[in-house]
């Protein structure tokens, strides 16, 4: 019988913990519609070392750093993309990888000062990516587009491992293509001037693969994969020789196919942690489930994961969510507001509900939602298989639509929270760039006009945080188009009008009651009617189970 994903495929228990990057699969995958996009079969392992080869020929613009004037000859030139798809991929590696937030802002401070497409078109092409990582990166476009559509409808409170791999959870998913892959993966970054049975993986290798791996010595500290594997207690499984500074490809491959399993930190062992009552985690029937490691993982690993939120007003600020991995999923009729610096979140089969999101610092991944309205500051969006969805955005790329997509709708950021600009540098967002309107439709065969559109400024209205934080930010800190502007500005100007008329009207004591009578009572029904009366309870509550 075939070890499963989850187990050791060789005698011996691990002793380490290695298991897969979720970054790359979760917010990486953009190939995944093949036969639309055209790119089947271009990003197999032997494409893929055709490429390096290429590269380490080209020179210190290739090798081991490639820019994207190197990149965007050879997706156009060998691989046939266009010029579209060629900074798409480039772009969202960049979404992805692990830069500070203060080189972020460098580079989007840099983009800001382009005053033409010709000045942004040079300096696009001096932007440069780990070479190897980035091959990494085109291979995991072969993996299959993950579906969390299965992953929670099984009847438990916190579904067991067992019940998750037989519902195909995402995580299992990455852990099973890394492993199924891992041969291929270690091909394309092992030295090429070694004999076939003598084939080695240098540290720049074994650091590239640090891109998809994860590690742990004890599952409460993490540290680099070519680190750990070097370590004298591992050296002799993982084939490392202090001589030569390699490892044997064998070797490591057998030591890493040993180490891999599902992740200490992620959301199967939020759900195990919560069921077995060793994570602190709120559980309560009548508002759903939030789980979080933010607390006590380390700082790359924080994960908080919400799920069935039903019918129900939920706000969060920093304390608890800062720097985590968000996992938004099954929540109906509910108003959410996860008003932290946030790494990335996925928002999963949810319906009829707002989300009012603090800074993002990769990707928004939604799927599988209809109905839902999100509120948002981030470097990327990603929409798949969602309908009648708005996004109020700040995000300094162009938001990403795969099929099957409709009617969603696009409009300006339109909230502020005192911290927002600070949660924003903390994750190395600017608002002086917002590609909220130019969205990327993705092998859709539909009409554009089917799949998104612009939201009228007659219908766009600016969203208040309804509770008291501590900031500096006083407004919301993207200008907007000046068709909003003006729509704002007719409506402040009826409403003086208004003002003026009361005023001009001269109504006596019992009439002015009057008035202000019926005028509360049309106010409590639009509130009723709109749901805002059950979010102003919701609050109330929320107040009072805080004091």
């Known amino acids: 019988m075939a070890a499963s994903p989850g187990s050791p495929a060789s005698p011996g228990a691990a002793t380490v913990h290695l298991w897969a990057n979720p970054g790359p699969l979760e917010c990486g995958s953009i190939c995944h519609h093949d036969r639309q996009l055209g790119t089947a079969g271009r990003f197999s392992v032997h494409q893929l070392k055709k490429l390096l080869v290429y590269a380490r020929s080209k020179g210190k613009h290739a090798y081991p750093w490639l820019s994207y004037s190197v990149w965007s000859h050879i997706a156009k030139n060998k691989l046939h993309l266009s010029e579209e798809l060629a900074w798409l991929y480039f772009e969202t590696f960049d979404v992805i990888s692990d830069i500070s937030p203060s080189e972020r802002l460098k580079l989007l401070d840099m983009m800001n000062k382009c005053s033409s497409k010709e000045e942004l078109d040079h300096l696009r092409k001096r932007v440069s990516v780990d070479t190897l990582k980035f091959l990494l990166f085109l291979f995991v476009q072969n993996a299959p587009r993950i579906s969390l559509k299965a992953a929670m409808i099984s009847g438990d409170e916190w579904p067991s491992p067992e019940s998750d791999r037989r519902h195909k959870s995402p995580e299992y998913a990455h852990l099973t ?11 394309l970054v092992a030295e090429t001037d070694a004999a076939p049975g003598e084939q080695v993986v240098g540290v720049e290798g074994a650091k590239a693969l640090e891109f998809l791996v994860s590690a742990s010595p004890d599952k409460k500290r993490v540290c680099p994969l070519t680190e750990l594997a070097a370590q004298p207690s591992e050296a002799a499984a993982s084939g490392f020789s202090k001589v030569s500074q390699t490892f044997a490809l064998p070797s ?17 062992a939020l759900k195990g942690g919560a069921r077995d009552k060793k994570t602190p985690a709120f559980r309560s029937e009548s508002i759903g489930r939030l789980v979080s490691n933010s607390l006590t993982a380390p700082e790359s690993c924080r994960c908080t994961l919400l799920h069935k939120i039903n019918k129900q007003t939920l706000a969060k600020g920093d304390e608890g969510l800062a720097g985590s991995h968000m996992y938004i999923q099954n929540c109906r009729e509910s ?9 990335a979140v996925q928002v999963e089969k949810c319906s009829h509900c707002q989300l009012v999101l603090g800074a993002v610092e990769t990707a928004v991944t939604v799927s599988n939602c209809d109905s839902v309205v999100i509120i948002t500051a981030c470097r990327r969006l990603h929409v798949s298989s969602s309908s009648l969805c708005t996004f109020h955005l700040l995000t300094s790329t162009r938001p990403v639509i795969f099929p099957p997509s409709h009617d969603l709708t696009f409009a300006p950021y339109n909230t502020h929270y005192p911290s927002l600009e600070k949660h924003m540098d903390q994750c190395g967002l600017r608002h002086s760039i917002n590609c909220w309107d130019k969205p990327l439709c993705l092998g859709t065969v539909e009409a554009e006009s089917d799949v998104w559109r612009v939201m009228s400024p007659d219908v766009f209205r600016p969203i208040a945080i309804p509770f008291k934080l501590e900031g500096e930010t006083q407004g919301n800190p993207s200008p907007l188009p000046k068709a909003y502007q003006d729509e704002l500005a007719k409506r402040k100007e009826r409403t003086r009008e208004w003002y003026e008329v009361l005023r001009e009207a001269d109504l006596s004591e019992e009439q002015a009651k009057q008035l202000q009578t019926n005028v509360e009572a049309r106010f409590q029904e639009w509130l009723v009617a709109t749901g805002y009366k059950k979010e102003i309870v919701d609050l109330e509550l929320t107040k009072k189970r805080e004091s």
């Open 177 to 187: 293509f890394l492993k199924g892959h891992l041969s291929d993966l270690l091909q």
């Open 252 to 268: 490591l491959e057998s030591w890493l196919r040993v180490g891999l399993s599902l992740s200490p930190f992620g959301p199967q």
């Open 335 to 343: 108003i959410m507001y996860l008003l932290a610096p946030l790494k």
